[in-house]
């Protein structure tokens, strides 16, 4: 039996662009993840945070125009490991978080599973 690399690992996946979150939820899924979202807005990723349990999370920088320094500090206040997601440069990325591992777009399928093996949360799967 071939346990897929990302069995076991809940993701949250906060990106506005359909087609680039229906790609990473395919990716994820067909890799043994389970995803929440996609989530296209701040307001709606603060209330996943919330309702939700989850492992890990996908965080575009800029959804929608709005800056995602609220979510950000909501996932680094509550100890979830995120990684963002963007096309930005560093100076884009909110000033507190810049520690923060990113994978960068355009991205590849393997990226983005490499990086979720490596940040993973240990107790996971």
């Known amino acids: 039996m071939n346990v897929s690399p990302l069995s076991g690992l809940t993701v949250l996946i906060i990106e506005d662009e359909p087609l680039i979150a229906l790609s990473l939820e395919d990716v994820l899924t067909d890799n043994g993840a389970v995803c929440i979202g996609p989530i296209g807005s701040i307001g709606s990723a603060l209330e996943m945070i919330a309702m939700h349990r989850f492992d890990i999370a996908l965080v575009d920088i800029n ?4 800056r995602i320094d609220p979510v950000a500090d909501r996932l680094s206040a509550t100890g979830i490991p995120f990684l963002f997601t963007t096309g930005y440069g560093e100076e884009a990325r909110p000033k507190a978080h810049r520690h923060r ?3 960068a777009k355009p991205y ?4 983005i599973i490499t990086a979720l093996l490596h940040h993973r949360p240990q107790t996971v799967g």
């Open 101 to 103: 591992p990113v994978i």
């Open 63 to 66: 959804l929608r125009g709005e």
């Open 108 to 111: 590849s399928d393997a990226e």
